[in-house]
């Protein structure tokens, strides 16, 4: 077999992620790649930090990525502050709940699981039931933005319950970091993590992380070690603190770290709150169409994520051979259901460079051409004039 | 603080790694991103494992990038093959056996280790000494290429003695793959990892690793489940698998599989034996250079890596100084010594991309401009005779 240089389609992305990503990080990942411990290269890694912590409105100096992608941003969370024995309650509304599960039991410690249905947000309710019959329980976690889903959990109401019955909490921000609101401080998030392949439109493969100075505490009064050495944080630390010697960790990602770096110059020169009303906008253009089209979402008005626009597919329509026919005829990417919405519903992610005017309109031609072309009753035009009049009320 | 768009220095990177990341890798990198799911990508991630096959030298089926630099490869191999209470033998002339020996004791096994001098290569008769005293030994883990010192250690002898007493085997060819020859499946190893960043020139991120049967085998028969999710070779064989449908489990690192893939398509294109040639080549050229100094390899000839060159820093000469030098004046840079040989040698590489008759020229005469500016006595002129002699025997 001849194998030769890979050149891949240029897709528009509008799935779960990754999303598309800006030319200007496309080209920092192209640029000269320079030692791990350069001095150049440890200056950008102090920018990194400084330019996390803006979008993690956090002053934290544990404020890092992660090595790898988003489920070692999860892990490298677990990792550090689960010990054998621990109690966790964990919160779950989706896929990535199960997740957390798994971490907690492969740890040696004891998941106490509060369930809500998929598309609902987090219940506190059931949260504070939850730690009234744990009193021993060291932690609550939980999903800001449930990819699987669309919808958001109250973050500020499940922290203050957490805090009040002397937990720490874990929050996995994975698509919300620059998409809608965190305020990791004012929140008083003890451990939150991140992708760089959601709203920051940067290549995947990187996890922000961030560790408040009570999380530190528990992981430096461990008992045992912590079982992963790569993502040991004491070790972490010694890389990416604060310190005039950084000691050897692991070989960073080093060009990896140059897009993330762009990305985040770029969120800084638009604006955390204007990135968040892009998004706000955008959302609301598309629904606006999606429904025009006769597409339900399955969250609520009140809990909808606008960068994750989850729908039901009509009835009597082929939802794999939609995605198949946009991804083919129109090199538009959008997301599949997950778990028990699997063959259910679709995902439209509106997702930091991705979430533009133009690509709201270009999904909603799209889908409007390929529903239309396999028959489904679909008012012909509608879409397109209710995204328009909503991006025009919006200019106005 | 206002921070801007990073555009790192033009380096020679002739360290311990990273090397010289070739255009072409570089170009790759910045293709657009697609989704980890599109059926593009599943067919550029079939030819990657087509093309690091053909880099082992194995027909294993489990053969594939993990989503994370070379510390995490090795972790994937020990924790997903060590259960709690099992007998690890651990060889160590060096920093990563050590870092071996650590991913043991955090999986709750014991490590029984080997020691042999740094510099020294792994001495079989001690590993057969320790798996006579060690019946219930089920792993044997060394390293291939020494980073920290330049040493080969003789991988089909210790195989051999693995399999002789029952043993599986996990070889670290992080600094060989692509610059000496490794026959995975020839030489019997079980479990192999490397990295991208070393004698494959791409960038930091990724660890190529490859299981054979016989250790899927004892991964299926675990007792206990993979502390790690995210490093779970059950799960991740899921979306890397050979299987039709894709399983989702973490989202691929895209662009930096682009780069690994334009880097493998160039090494297939150079040839394997050629790739192994051209490092011996002008290592060779380097090495009568370096003599020609009057500077000393720390690796007795029989068993010195081509691509890293250890050398003792002459008495009087401040090291550190040295490299500050060859980095600001010359943006070149050679690697400081680690661990016990911290202040006491050199570490110069030749590795992929960077690893041409052009770098043996510049290091050399940097060196000597550089150890000339600081009234180190060294013979003029001598290093260059001496490599380009060697370097016009090679041609002849």
């Given at each position: 077999m001849t194998i030769t240089s890979f050149n891949p389609p240029v897709r528009t992305l509008m799935g779960p992620g990754p999303s598309d990503v800006h030319p200007r990080v496309l080209?920092?990942?192209?640029?000269?790649?320079i030692g791990h411990l350069d001095p150049a290269f440890?200056?950008?890694?102090?920018?990194?930090?400084?330019?996390?912590?803006?979008?993690?409105?956090?002053?934290?100096?544990?404020?890092?990525p992660v090595s790898a992608p988003g489920s070692a941003g999860m892990e490298t969370c677990f990792v550090n502050l689960v010990e054998p024995g621990d109690t966790v309650v964990v919160c779950q509304?989706?896929?990535?709940?199960?997740?957390?599960?798994?971490?907690?039991?492969?740890?040696?410690?004891?998941?106490?699981?509060?369930?809500?249905?998929?598309?609902?947000p987090v219940d506190p309710g059931k949260?504070?039931?939850?730690?009234?019959?744990?009193?021993?329980?060291?932690?609550?976690?939980?999903?800001?933005?449930?990819?699987?889903?669309?919808?958001e959990s109250d973050v500020p109401a499940l922290t203050k319950l957490a805090r009040d019955h002397g937990c720490l909490t874990i929050v996995d921000a994975v698509t919300s970091l620059g998409g809608i609101p965190i305020k990791t401080d004012a929140w008083g998030v003890d451990a939150i993590y991140s992708g760089t392949q959601k709203c920051l439109s940067c290549t995947p493969g990187l996890s922000p992380v961030s560790f408040s100075e009570r999380a530190i505490e528990k992981i430096q009064a461990r008992k045992t070690k912590v079982s992963s050495w790569f993502l040991d944080l004491n070790l972490v630390m010694g890389y990416w603190g604060g310190t005039a010697k950084r000691a050897y960790h692991h070989t960073a990602p080093v060009?990896?770290?140059y897009g993330l770096h762009e990305a985040l110059v770029m969120l800084r020169e638009e604006g955390l709150e204007q990135a968040w009303a892009r998004h706000r906008?955008?959302?609301?253009?598309?629904?606006?169409?999606?429904?025009?089209?006769?597409?339900?979402?399955?969250v609520a008005e009140a809990h909808r994520l606008p960068q994750l626009n989850a729908v039901t597919v009509p009835s009597g329509v082929d939802e794999a051979e939609v995605r198949r026919r946009l991804l083919e005829d129109f090199n538009l990417e959008i997301g599949a259901g997950l778990g028990?919405?699997?063959?259910?519903?679709?995902?439209?992610?509106?997702?930091?460079?991705?979430?533009?005017?133009h690509n709201v309109l270009f999904c909603l031609a799209s889908l409007e051409a390929v529903l239309g072309g396999l028959g489904a009753p679909i008012p012909r035009g509608a879409a397109l004039e209710a995204a328009s009049s909503r991006l025009a009320g919006e200019r106005d």
């Amino acid at each position: 077999m001849t194998i030769t240089s890979f050149n891949p389609p240029v897709r528009t992305l509008m799935g779960p992620g990754p999303s598309d990503v800006h030319p200007r990080v496309l080209a920092a990942m192209a640029r000269p790649t320079i030692g791990h411990l350069d001095p150049a290269f440890v200056h950008m890694m102090d920018e990194v930090k400084t330019l996390l912590q803006y979008a993690f409105q956090t002053d934290n100096a544990l404020t890092i990525p992660v090595s790898a992608p988003g489920s070692a941003g999860m892990e490298t969370c677990f990792v550090n502050l689960v010990e054998p024995g621990d109690t966790v309650v964990v919160c779950q509304n989706g896929v990535f709940g199960g997740r957390m599960k798994e971490n907690v039991e492969r740890l040696g410690g004891t998941a106490v699981m509060v369930e809500d249905a998929w598309g609902e947000p987090v219940d506190p309710g059931k949260v504070a039931d939850a730690l009234q019959r744990h009193p021993d329980a060291k932690i609550v976690a939980f999903v800001h933005a449930e990819t699987s889903t669309g919808v958001e959990s109250d973050v500020p109401a499940l922290t203050k319950l957490a805090r009040d019955h002397g937990c720490l909490t874990i929050v996995d921000a994975v698509t919300s970091l620059g998409g809608i609101p965190i305020k990791t401080d004012a929140w008083g998030v003890d451990a939150i993590y991140s992708g760089t392949q959601k709203c920051l439109s940067c290549t995947p493969g990187l996890s922000p992380v961030s560790f408040s100075e009570r999380a530190i505490e528990k992981i430096q009064a461990r008992k045992t070690k912590v079982s992963s050495w790569f993502l040991d944080l004491n070790l972490v630390m010694g890389y990416w603190g604060g310190t005039a010697k950084r000691a050897y960790h692991h070989t960073a990602p080093v060009n990896a770290l140059y897009g993330l770096h762009e990305a985040l110059v770029m969120l800084r020169e638009e604006g955390l709150e204007q990135a968040w009303a892009r998004h706000r906008r955008h959302h609301l253009a598309l629904r606006a169409g999606l429904e025009a089209m006769g597409l339900q979402f399955i969250v609520a008005e009140a809990h909808r994520l606008p960068q994750l626009n989850a729908v039901t597919v009509p009835s009597g329509v082929d939802e794999a051979e939609v995605r198949r026919r946009l991804l083919e005829d129109f090199n538009l990417e959008i997301g599949a259901g997950l778990g028990v919405l699997a063959g259910k519903v679709w995902r439209v992610g509106l997702m930091g460079a991705a979430c533009t005017a133009h690509n709201v309109l270009f999904c909603l031609a799209s889908l409007e051409a390929v529903l239309g072309g396999l028959g489904a009753p679909i008012p012909r035009g509608a879409a397109l004039e209710a995204a328009s009049s909503r991006l025009a009320g919006e200019r106005d």
